[in-house]
């Protein structure tokens, strides 16, 4: 205990530290291909979005000119 023997055992602190490091380095290995994948699929609703609005407004369009 640090507080009563004024230093840590190395060797808890080590294992706590690579849990730690182990633990970061699963949560990136998850995160950075999911925002890679929402970002793909965030830009195709982009795209898919805009071709629906413009099929819309020439529907739109052909119905008022008739």
Known sequence: NI???GSANTDLLAAGISEALITTA???IIAVP???FYRYFEQKTV??????QANTS???????KK
Not at 47 to 52: D, F, K, R, Y
Not at 58 to 64: A, K, N, S
């Open 47 to 52: 795209i898919l979005m805009s071709v629906l």
């Open 26 to 28: 699963f949560g990136l």
């Open 34 to 36: 999911a925002i890679v």
């Open 3 to 5: 507080d009563v023997n």
């Open 58 to 64: 020439i529907f739109l369009d052909f119905l008022y």
